[in-house]
């Protein structure tokens, strides 16, 4: 078996991914096959942190955009990142992978409050940790989130696991069919182009932190576990 290349990773998933071909709600197979993929890099003895979007329940920009107060439609944004994070835990246990969800926004009925040493105690102990509700503040998104717990918790790399795209191209490879994918890219060519892979705010934390960004495409079953692994998959991000 080879081994992980990274010990501690955040995996970052859009709630779009989630969706599938539906465009909205939970493609349950979907989630179930997150769950075994999860469950193999576990078995690798990787840490496992995921943090979760909310835009196949409901977009803080989009309604913000059509007139909502900005600050309320991201906090509706935040709690559809709930709803999705507890699939996420369901579908973690039914592959029998101890699974445990910190929410930003406090919610002690059905998910922990995130607190930093409890979140690493977890994942030291062999359980994946979800993070749930963003910062739990309006005006950020969950791709900083990301960036941000994995500063937080020390994390090796962050997976950026797209639901439509394979990687980081120099269009939108769904618009145009000569898009050209990158396979290596730094953090100053991503903020520069405007390559939107992550907004700059995550882009920027980490380079500060000097946090690697793996961006490869989920469809494939076992993508994960290819990544962790060192294969060439997708587009990574990284310092100079």
């Known amino acids: ?17 989630l969706a599938g071909d539906n465009g909205f709600g939970i493609d349950h197979n979907i989630v179930a ?29 989009t309604g913000s955009a059509s007139g909502m107060d900005r600050a309320t439609a991201d906090y509706m944004g935040m709690l559809a990142t709930c709803i999705n994070a507890l699939a996420l835990q369901d579908a973690f246990e039914d592959a029998e992978v101890m699974t445990r969800v910190q929410t930003a926004i406090e919610m002690r009925e059905v998910a ?36 941000l717990r994995a500063a937080e918790i020390e994390a090796d790399a962050i997976l950026l696991a797209k639901g439509k795209v394979d990687g980081v191209y120099d269009s939108d490879p769904l618009l145009n069919s000569d898009a050209i994918i990158f396979t290596e890219l730094s953090y100053i060519e991503v903020l520069r182009r405007g390559l939107g892979v992550m907004d700059s705010t995550a882009t920027s934390l980490c380079m500060d932190n000097n946090i690697p960004i793996i961006v490869f495409g989920l469809r494939a079953s076992g993508n994960i576990k290819r990544v962790l692994q060192g294969q060439k998959i997708g587009t990574i991000i990284k310092g100079d």
Do not use: C
């Not at 096959?33 to 920009?61: C, F, M, P, Y």
């Not at 979140?119 to 359980?127: F, N, P, S, T, V």
């Open 112 to 147: 922990e409050p995130y607190i930093r040493r409890r979140a690493i105690r977890h994942l030291e102990k062999g359980r994946v940790v979800i993070f749930a509700a963003g910062t739990g503040n309006p005006y950020f998104t969950t791709d900083t989130t990301a960036a």
């Open 1 to 17: 078996m080879v081994s992980s290349k990274y010990k501690r990773v955040v995996l970052k998933l859009s709630g779009e991914a």
């Open 33 to 61: 096959d997150i769950a075994n993929q999860v469950k193999d890099v576990v078995a690798l003895g990787v840490e496992v942190a995921v943090v979760v979007g909310g835009g196949n329940i409901w977009r803080g920009a």
